[in-house]
């Protein structure tokens, strides 16, 4: 059953996932599956050619909100908020015209008034994600340690900054939470358009 059939308007489904536990390829293979564009760091493309700012600048200005965390933690500064904001409108904006993916962004927060979002979380146990992330980045575990925590610190602090909430990786905050330790990301995938497809059925009977 292809999912994308028959809806009901438009379907965002927004991926956020802790640092090691595979996030960034179940939503490529999700967006695969589905025919949908999948939105992260490609969102600078329709910044740059919207606002006529060069990607260059975009990128420094990305850079900048994905050190917010750090900043916020270490300096008590405050963030560039008008760069979060104008990403923000883009992906309303898109969500209007049409369906897709998107990986971060605290999209959850931005969309959450979307009458077809999907929230999904992925995770891991915290061996596994150590482990994945020394493998795929050649480093050592005290080394992937280190990166993990420090990531999965800055997503929080960064989310809470600008959602206001301390929820970014809280099951109750997500429609489909997925520990990938157990599970391959095709399964993962599997488990979504399942999950999708007895979501749009209740749905529609609801209508009945």
């Known amino acids: 059953m292809n999912i994308m059939e028959g ?3 438009n379907i965002v489904i927004s991926i956020s996932r802790l640092c090691g536990c595979g ?3 179940i939503a490529r293979k999700l967006a695969t599956r ?5 939105y992260d760091r490609n969102l600078l493309e329709i910044i740059s050619r919207e606002s006529g700012i060069s990607e260059d600048e975009i990128a420094q200005a990305d850079e900048k909100l994905l050190c917010v965390a750090r900043e916020i933690k270490e300096q008590g500064i405050g963030a560039d908020d008008e760069f979060f904001e104008y990403q923000a409108r883009i992906l309303r904006r ?3 015209d049409s369906s897709y993916v998107v990986l971060g962004r605290c999209a959850d927060y931005v969309l959450k008034d979307h009458p077809n979002l999907v929230r999904i ?3 891991a146990d915290r061996r596994h994600c150590i482990a994945r992330e020394a493998d795929r980045n050649g480093i050592t575990k005290k080394e992937a340690t280190a990166l993990v925590d420090k990531v999965n610190s800055e997503r929080a602090v960064y989310y809470s900054h600008y959602s206001g909430s301390d929820a970014w990786s809280h ?3 997500y429609d489909l939470c997925i520990n990938t330790a157990d599970f391959t ?4 995938v599997d488990i979504i358009c399942k999950f999708l497809e007895v979501r749009e059925q209740h749905k529609k009977n609801d209508l009945k």
Not at 34 to 38: K, N
């Open 171 to 173: 099951p109750e905050n």
């Open 185 to 188: 990301y095709d399964e993962c």
């Open 94 to 96: 898109l969500a209007e």
């Open 34 to 38: 589905f025919g949908l564009p999948l």
């Open 7 to 9: 809806l009901m308007g």
């Open 121 to 123: 979380f992925i995770t």
């Open 23 to 25: 996030g960034s390829n």
